[in-house]
């Protein structure tokens, strides 16, 4: 069974850094490419990284290029997203999501505030 | 960017009765390789989203038959044949044929 979860959320300052990790399990995590999709509160999602299967490659949303970077750990089943000079617009629930966004995790929460 | 628009952004409907979601973009969907790759999301509140439909009208796993997807180019439509209470939440279209994937903005339905 495909499972995906977020950690790493939670409440920050402007300007600080913060590294979400999603653990998958359930398939060859190795053969996979991952995406991080944000959803603001009541609003809709918003896609903002990709990183094929073997790491080499990842791309990004102008919103967040330049600060985001996306990671896998392909011997540990894990990936990341590390973020820097955060915003308050950048307060949302992250999700970790397979390549054909066929399978989700349950989210975690980041909040940005002074 | 390629830009999704949903119509209608709020959709009552009946217990029972059909519904539909339209989903547009500003520009072909159609991918280099002959695909089309449009997909249909639902997110009940306080969960994730989770995949209907995937290159525009393909059920995903587990998804009931009366889901269906359609549509080409840049018009793309989702149908459900007749609506049950568990369908009410948010239902968001994505395409993923031009980089960056973009989201249309979700259409809210509510009995």
């Known amino acids: 069974q495909v499972q995906l979860v977020e950690s790493g959320g939670g409440v920050v300052r402007p300007g600080r850094s913060l590294r979400l990790s999603c653990t998958a399990s359930?398939?060859?995590?190795?053969?996979?490419?991952f995406h991080w999709v944000r959803q603001a509160p009541g609003k809709g999602l918003e896609w903002l990284a990709v990183?094929?299967?073997?790491?080499?490659?990842?791309d990004y949303a102008a919103s967040v290029r330049g600060r985001f970077t996306i990671s896998r750990d392909n011997s540990r089943n894990l990936l990341f997203l590390e973020m820097n000079s955060l915003k308050v617009e950048d307060t949302a629930v992250y999700f970790c999501?397979?390549?054909?966004?066929?399978?989700w995790g349950p989210g975690t929460l980041v909040s940005v505030s002074s | 960017d390629v830009a999704m628009t949903q119509t209608p952004l709020s959709l009552p409907v009946t217990l029972g009765q059909p519904a539909s979601i339209s989903c547009r973009s500003n520009?072909?969907?159609?991918?280099?390789?002959?695909?089309?790759?449009v997909s249909w999301l639902h997110q009940r509140p306080g969960q994730p989203p989770r995949l209907l439909i995937h290159?525009?009208?393909a059920r995903f796993s587990g998804v009931p038959d009366r889901f269906s997807g359609s549509g080409a180019g840049t018009d793309f439509t989702l149908t459900i044949s007749g609506v049950e209470v568990e369908d009410v939440g948010t239902y968001y279209c994505?395409?993923?044929?031009?980089?960056?994937?973009?989201f249309g903005p979700g259409t809210r339905m509510e009995i």
């Open positions: 994505v395409q993923a044929t031009h980089f960056p994937w973009t």
């Open positions: 999501v397979h390549s054909a966004f066929d399978f």
């Open positions: 990183i094929w299967r073997d790491g080499l490659k990842s």
């Open positions: 359930g398939f060859v995590f190795s053969n996979q490419g």
């Open positions: 290159k525009t009208s």
């Open positions: 520009q072909s969907l159609v991918h280099l390789n002959g695909q089309t790759y």
